[in-house]
């Protein structure tokens, strides 16, 4: 594991178990398998990789992504539809800057993505948050918030939700489809972690497959937490309208398609089942990480009130009585940390829950983790 400052975003302190850290583990990240793919495409000529790359995406990447897509969906996904990204984050910024100007409305959930949250703060938006419950977004909440705001867009994380772990059911994808037509406003649906069902529950089809038949969806995904973060590929799956509007950007123009070399290596592993057996590996070691972190967390902190996550990357627990961004100051003399609750939400609500990541670390990092999480709340 290389920790150097100079190329990692966030690198773990040594001394201090970081149950916060929402990244794959470093041993997870599958050097051999790009090594392969790279000596694949090189072999095949890469040269055509190497100039500015048509607008949406290399064509032949997008015909292996799509087929992957349709095995891994078990529904046809079209390469027309698809749109290759920088990851999620450069999707979501590409969508916000096309579809919204500043002083609009944007509507996201309670709790969110904390990063996305910095992206509506930058383009200068008013974020209007719809609480999530155990069916995930609440949609009564969202139809009375719509007799109030006219939003530009709904930012939802559907599948395994960062933070909280919540699904949406099928029927509320519907009715949530049907909203966004009635009431024109785009949804802009965050499946990063859709693959990665770890309990044998297959969640509801993705808004992906919904795309075809709306212009009022756009589906983002990403290689981050299936492959590597370090990649910056991704993709959108979305109607003809909206990739017209995002292949005919300014940016576009002038930097042509997003990331054709990686794009022409990835597609090698893609292509060779390689992808599919990494999130096979990836899916049984973080069940392991999953059942030992809700083991843990009954054993050392049972006042924690969670519902166990079916997928992604984390718990999201409630502590009650403590305010958890106090708590986290504390917990850097116990040696660990995690994300405070407020973090999480557009008006500084959650003050009593945290977020705990059970992908970066190994199942004895875990444990050790909530045992000084647990010391830290109960200051023994
Ligand atoms: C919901 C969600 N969206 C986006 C991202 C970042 O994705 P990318 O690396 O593709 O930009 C993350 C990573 O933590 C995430 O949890």
Not at 72 to 98: H, K, Y
Not at 101 to 117: I, K, M, R, S, W
Not at 125 to 132: A, G, M, R, T, V
Not at 338 to 353: D, P, V, W
């Amino acid at each position: 594991m290389n920790n150097d400052k100079l190329i990692i975003q966030t690198p773990a302190p040594a001394d201090i178990i970081d149950l916060g850290m929402g990244n794959p583990d470093f041993n997870l990240l599958p050097d051999e398998i790009f090594r392969l793919a790279s000596e694949k495409a090189f072999k095949k000529g890469i040269n055509a990789s190497l100039q500015y790359g048509t607008e949406q995406g290399n064509g032949y990447f997008r015909a292996t992504l799509a087929d992957f897509l349709t095995h891994s969906f078990r529904e046809q996904v079209d390469p027309a539809s698809l749109f290759i990204s920088t990851g999620s984050s450069a999707g979501l910024n590409l969508l916000t800057a096309l579809y919204t100007q500043a002083g609009d409305t944007v509507f996201v959930e309670e709790p969110t993505y904390f990063l996305a949250l910095k992206i509506f703060a930058d383009h200068g938006l008013n974020i209007i948050s719809i609480p999530i419950d155990d069916k995930g977004l609440n949609l009564d909440i969202l139809e009375e918030k719509l007799q109030q705001y006219s939003p530009k867009l709904l930012y939802t994380i559907p599948t395994f939700q960062n933070p909280s772990g919540k699904t949406l059911s099928l029927a509320q994808r519907e009715k949530l489809v049907e909203l966004a037509e009635k009431h024109d406003f785009l949804i802009i649906a965050d499946e990063v972690y859709h693959l990665l069902d770890l309990t044998g529950l297959k969640p509801p089809k993705p808004f992906a497959l919904f795309a075809k038949d709306s212009a009022q969806i756009a589906s983002l995904n990403s290689f981050s937490k299936i492959l590597a973060p370090g990649l910056r590929l991704g993709w959108i799956e979305a109607h003809p309208k909206v990739l017209k509007k995002l292949t005919s950007t300014g940016l576009l123009d002038s930097g042509g398609g997003m990331n054709p070399f990686t794009s022409s290596i990835v597609h090698e592993l893609v292509e060779s089942g390689d992808l599919e057996k990494n999130i096979a590996l990836l899916r049984r070691t973080y069940q392991s990480r999953l059942i030992i972190m809700d083991k843990a967390l009954k054993e050392m902190l049972p006042i924690a009130e969670y519902i166990l996550p079916r997928g992604g990357f984390f718990f999201w627990g409630r502590i009650p009585g403590q305010n958890t961004s106090k708590l986290r100051k504390r917990a850097k003399d116990f040696k660990v940390d995690f994300r405070q609750g407020a973090l999480f939400s557009a008006n500084q609500g959650m003050t009593e829950y945290m977020r705990l990541c059970f992908a970066f670390y190994g199942e004895d990092e875990i444990i050790e983790g909530v045992r000084r999480l647990s010391r830290c709340i109960f200051k023994t």
